[in-house]
C-alpha cells in the first residue's frame, strides 16, 4: 500500500468525481492489509486535508468520505474518532452542500464506531443547527451573490402571477428552491440517528420529536422530504437488532413501552399529512416511513390504532401517477394488509369514502385522477351491500369531476360513474340524466384514450338499463356516424394548429417557435406542482388542461369503438349488424386529414365484432369492408396500416384463410396478391 499511498491521496482529493470515486474504491481494496504505520499515514494525510481552510470542497469531500472508509474499518485510532468529530461538526457549516453531506455521514459512522456518546456530545450542536435554519435569513444578512440569485428567481416566477391568479412567486421560491443548509443538517440527523441504532432510543424525547415534526410541516419540500426519511429513522432505530428489513420477517417488532409507540398518534397523524402531499418525492419519502412504522408495530391490533387514518392514504396512493409512490404503495399494502386488504377496506369504509370523496376536491389533478380510480374500484371489488349507503355521495363527487379540465381526470371519472352504474344501476338511475350528455361529450373527445374510456362506461350502461339504454346508444351511434358528412374537407379552419403530425401525442401551435412566446416568461420546473396544480390554472410541462372543439371524425370514431363494446351482448348481434353498413359508407370518406385515425380503429373494431356477433351475421357485411382494408394496408400511416394486416390475419383465423380468400377473389381479384404478401409476412 505504501507505494501507492500517495497516488491514492491525489485520486481522492482530485477535482474530478470520477477520480474522486476511482480512488475511494483503491483506498476501501487495500485498506484492511495496511500495516499500522500505512494507516497512521492515511489517518495523518486526511487530517491534513481536513485542517487546510483554503482547500477546494473537493478536497474536504473526498477527505470526509475517506476518513469514513478508515472508520469503518475498524482499524483507525481513537485519536482519529476524536479528530475527525471536530472536523465533521466544523464542516456542517460548509458552502459547499456535497461537503455537508458527507460530514453528517462521517458523524453518523463515528456513532456506530464509538456509540451514542458522539451523539451526546453533538447534540446541542446539530439540534441548534437544525432549529436555526427552519426559517430563512432576511435577505440583507446573506451574501451578496445569494441575494443576487435570490432577486432573479423571484423576479422570473413573478411573471405572469398576477394574470393568472397562482401562488405568490415568493411562495413558489420557497417551496422550490434549497432552504441553506437545513436540509443537509437534517440528514446528519438521519446519518446519527442510523450510527447510534438502538442505543439512540433513550434520546428520543418530546423536544427532539417537535423538531422533526416541525420539518414535517415546513414550507420547503426538500426539508419535508428529508423529515420523513427521518422519521422512518428513528422507527427503524426502535425495532430489535437485526430488523432493519422485517417486511417477510416476525423479529425486529416495538414492544408495548417503546418510545416511538408511546409517540404513535403524533407519528400516525404526521405520516397521513405526508402521504397526501403535492410533492411525489415528499409523498414517497412518507410512504418508506409508512411502511416502517407499521410493519413495526407488535400485532394487529397495535395497527388498529392507526388504521383509520393511514389505511385510506396508503390504499388512495397505489394508484397515484408517480409511478416509483404507486409500485411502493402496492408492494407496502400486500405488506401490511396480506389477504385481508378487501376485509379492511369494508371495514373502515366511512374513513375511505371521506378521503376519496375529499381527494377529488385536491388541486392537482394528478391525486383527482387516483381518487376516481380508487372509487371505481370500490364499486367492482367490494361488497355492494358495504358501499351502497355511500353511492350518492360517490356519485356527485364523481360527477363533478366528470366535468373537471383535466383529461385524465375526465377519463377516470367516467370509467368509474360506469362501474357504479353496472353495480348501482337503481341508486345511479336519478343521475343519468347528467351523465348521459357527459358519456357522449367523452365519446366524441379529442383524446383517443377518453373515447375508448367513454365506449366501455357506456357498454356497462347498456348492460345496467337494457332496453331503455340500448335504444338511446343505437340511436346516438347512428346520428354520430351519420354525422361524418359534416366533416370539413381539412382541419385548416383551427388555423392555430399546426398541419403536421402530433409528436409525441402532443399537437404543436404554429407560432410555437416564435421567440416572443419564449423569452421574458414565467419559467416552470418539471417537477413543481406549484403552476399546474390549481383546478383552473393553466401552464406546467404536465398541462392537461388543453382542449379543442370536437370535431365530426371523432365523434364517428367514438361511436364505432362503442359498437364493438356493445357487440360483446350476445342479445344484440342483429341491431350490431344493421349498423355494419353505415360504418363501412363512413370508411369511403377520405376527404379529411385523419381519415386514417378512424380507418385504424375500424380494422381494430372488425375482428372484435366478428367473434361477438358471430359468423352468421357479419359474413354478409364482410365485402362492404374490402376496399377500406385493402387501403388502409397500403396506407402510409404506420398504425393504419399495421391495424389492417392485423385485421386481415384475424379474420382469417376466424372465417378460415381459404374462405377469406375465395370472398376477397369474387370481389376483387386485385386484392389476392396483397391478402397472400401480407399471410407470408405475418409473424406468426
Not at 482530485?14 to 499515514?41: C, S, T, V, W
Not at 409523498?283 to 394487529?300: E, H, I, Q
Not at 393511514?310 to 405488506?335: D, H, K
Not at 342479445?571 to 381519415?595: E, G, S, W
Request: proline share 3%.
Amino acid at each position: 500500500m505504501a507505494h501507492n499511498l500517495e497516488q491514492i491521496l491525489v485520486l481522492i482529493t482530485a477535482d474530478k468525481k470520477l477520480d474522486r470515486d476511482r480512488g475511494l474504491g483503491e483506498l476501501n481494496r487495500k485498506i484492511n492489509n495496511a500495516e499500522p504505520h500505512e494507516m497512521q499515514a492515511v489517518e495523518t494525510a486526511l487530517t491534513r486535508f481536513l485542517q487546510d481552510s483554503t482547500a477546494s470542497w473537493e478536497t474536504h469531500q473526498g477527505a470526509l468520505l475517506a476518513a469514513k472508509l478508515v472508520l469503518g474499518s475498524n482499524l483507525s485510532s481513537d485519536h482519529f474518532a476524536a479528530e475527525l468529530r471536530i472536523h465533521a461538526l466544523h464542516q456542517l457549516n460548509n458552502n459547499e452542500a456535497r461537503v455537508r453531506l458527507a460530514a453528517g455521514e462521517l458523524l453518523g459512522a463515528l456513532c456506530k464506531r464509538c456509540g451514542p456518546e458522539v451523539y451526546e456530545s453533538s447534540k446541542d450542536i446539530i439540534l441548534e443547527g437544525v432549529r436555526c435554519n427552519l426559517e430563512r435569513a432576511p435577505l440583507n444578512e446573506a451574501s451578496l451573490e445569494e441575494q443576487n440569485q435570490v432577486h432573479a428567481l423571484t423576479e422570473k416566477l413573478a411573471r405572469s402571477q398576477k394574470d393568472e391568479g397562482g401562488a405568490s412567486a415568493e411562495q413558489i421560491f420557497h417551496d422550490t428552491a434549497g432552504w441553506k443548509n437545513l436540509e443537509t443538517w437534517m440528514r446528519c440527523l438521519q446519518s446519527v440517528i442510523e450510527g447510534c441504532g438502538q442505543y439512540f432510543l433513550p434520546h428520543v424525547t418530546q423536544d427532539l420529536l417537535d423538531l422533526v415534526f416541525q420539518a414535517l410541516t415546513h414550507t420547503n419540500r426538500f426539508v419535508r422530504e428529508t423529515g420523513y426519511y427521518v422519521c422512518g429513522t428513528l422507527v427503524s432505530c426502535s425495532t430489535m437488532e437485526g430488523a432493519e428489513d422485517h417486511m417477510e420477517s416476525d423479529d425486529g417488532i416495538m414492544t408495548d413501552d417503546n418510545e416511538i409507540l408511546q409517540h404513535g398518534e403524533q407519528f400516525a397523524r404526521h405520516l397521513a399529512e405526508g402521504l397526501a402531499d403535492n410533492w411525489s418525492q415528499v409523498r414517497l419519502a412518507a410512504s418508506v416511513a409508512t411502511r416502517k412504522f407499521l410493519l413495526a408495530l407488535p400485532d394487529g391490533e397495535a395497527r388498529e390504532r392507526f388504521n383509520a387514518i393511514l389505511l385510506p392514504r396508503m390504499c388512495l396512493n397505489r394508484y397515484y401517477v408517480a409511478e416509483g409512490v404507486r409500485i411502493y404503495s402496492q408492494e407496502t399494502w400486500r405488506a401490511v394488509t396480506g389477504t385481508q386488504g378487501k376485509r379492511m377496506v369494508e371495514e373502515y369504509i366511512c374513513d375511505v369514502v371521506q378521503y376519496y370523496v375529499a381527494q377529488t376536491e385536491a388541486d392537482n389533478h394528478a391525486v383527482r385522477e387516483a381518487a376516481c380510480a380508487c372509487i371505481a374500484e370500490l364499486g367492482s371489488k367490494i361488497d355492494s351491500d358495504v358501499v351502497r349507503p355511500y353511492v350518492n355521495v360517490l356519485l356527485k363527487a364523481l360527477l363533478v369531476c366528470f366535468k373537471d379540465d383535466s383529461w385524465p381526470v375526465r377519463d377516470a371519472a367516467c370509467i368509474a360513474c360506469g362501474n357504479f352504474v353496472l353495480c348501482f344501476p337503481d341508486e345511479a338511475r336519478p343521475s343519468m340524466e347528467a351523465l348521459y350528455p357527459l358519456f357522449f361529450a367523452n365519446l366524441a373527445d379529442f383524446i383517443p384514450s377518453v373515447r375508448q374510456g367513454s365506449a366501455v362506461a357506456l357498454a356497462n350502461v347498456a348492460k345496467a338499463y337494457g332496453d331503455e339504454a340500448i335504444a338511446n346508444l343505437f340511436s346516438k351511434i347512428q346520428e354520430g356516424i351519420a354525422g361524418l358528412e359534416n366533416q370539413p374537407n381539412t382541419t385548416e379552419k383551427y388555423s392555430e394548429f399546426d398541419s403536421m403530425p402530433a409528436q409525441f401525442g402532443v399537437v404543436k401551435r404554429l407560432r410555437d417557435n416564435d421567440m416572443e412566446l419564449h423569452s421574458d416568461k414565467q419559467m416552470y420546473s418539471c417537477g413543481s406542482l406549484a403552476p399546474k396544480m390549481g383546478r383552473g390554472s393553466k401552464g406546467g410541462c404536465m398541462d392537461h388542461q388543453f382542449k379543442k372543439p370536437s370535431e365530426p371524425w371523432e365523434f364517428c370514431d367514438g361511436c364505432v369503438q362503442l359498437l364493438a363494446e356493445l357487440s360483446s351482448q350476445q342479445d344484440l348481434a342483429a341491431q350490431v349488424a344493421t349498423i355494419l353498413p353505415v360504418v363501412a359508407n363512413a370508411t369511403r370518406k377520405q376527404h379529411y386529414a385523419q381519415y386514417v385515425v378512424l380507418l385504424e380503429t375500424v380494422c381494430k373494431s372488425l375482428p372484435v365484432i366478428a367473434k361477438n356477433i358471430g359468423k352468421r351475421h357479419f359474413k354478409p357485411n364482410l365485402e362492404n369492408f374490402f376496399d377500406a382494408i385493402f387501403h388502409a394496408l397500403s396506407c402510409d400511416n404506420a398504425l393504419c396500416s399495421s391495424a389492417a394486416s392485423l385485421c386481415l390475419l384475424e379474420l382469417g383465423q376466424f372465417l378460415g384463410p381459404n374462405i377469406l380468400k375465395g370472398r376477397v377473389e369474387n370481389y376483387n381479384p386485385s386484392y389476392v396478391d396483397k391478402l397472400l404478401a401480407n399471410q407470408c409476412a405475418a409473424p406468426y
